[in-house]
């Protein structure tokens, strides 16, 4: 996957965490990287205008990303909860590593 996009919203993902609570879900970090970085978030969708579900693509690889971040946060299993067009779906869960 290019993307100096995704790599700068990357960058982020410790302040991001920082400001969820303890146990958040993918769709809840997805929003508020989205409400912040939204040029960042923009240029990365634009990588995949072309695809028939851009948004899920680059949240997948989005929460990939952050899967892999276990500095900052640990996978807890998936729950359905509000995704950002408001419909329920599954997302994964995630508590925050005490460092």
Known sequence: MSSSAFEELENNYT???GLMPAK?????FILVLAQ????LYVQA???YADNNQPFLTVHGEIAKRL????DLVKHIGNRTSKNIFGDNSDAAGWQKVNK
Do not use: T, W
């Open 45 to 47: 969708l634009s990588e």
């Open 15 to 17: 302040e991001i965490v």
């Open 24 to 28: 958040f879900d993918s769709h809840e």
């Open 67 to 70: 899967k892999k971040r276990e």
């Open 36 to 39: 912040r970085y939204q040029q």
